[in-house]
């Protein structure tokens, strides 16, 4: 039967097997700290006082072969 959830499905396993290759977009994420102090803010963790504020997409990518 078609449907797209066998489409899905049926890409997925290729993938998985290495019938296909995966292609992935590097990302910048901003974040802005929410406190009125921002030394408050620890900046190697991201817990409830960073709010995501953009994200923009580079032109740097990267294969993955399974």
Do not use: H, M
């Not at 078609?2 to 489409?7: A, G, L, R």
């Not at 899905?8 to 910048?28: C, D, H, M, N, P």
């Not at 901003?30 to 620890?42: G, L, M, S, T, Y």
Request: hydrophobic share 30%; aromatic share 22%.
């Amino acid at each position: 039967d078609y449907s797209n959830n066998n489409v899905e499905t049926f890409s997925y396993y290729a993938w998985r097997w290495g019938w296909l290759r995966r292609v992935e977009r590097k990302w910048i994420y901003i974040f802005k700290c929410q406190n009125q102090d921002p030394c408050d803010c620890d900046p190697n963790y991201l817990t409830g006082e960073w709010i995501l504020v953009n994200k923009y997409p580079t032109w740097e990518t990267r294969i993955i072969d399974y």
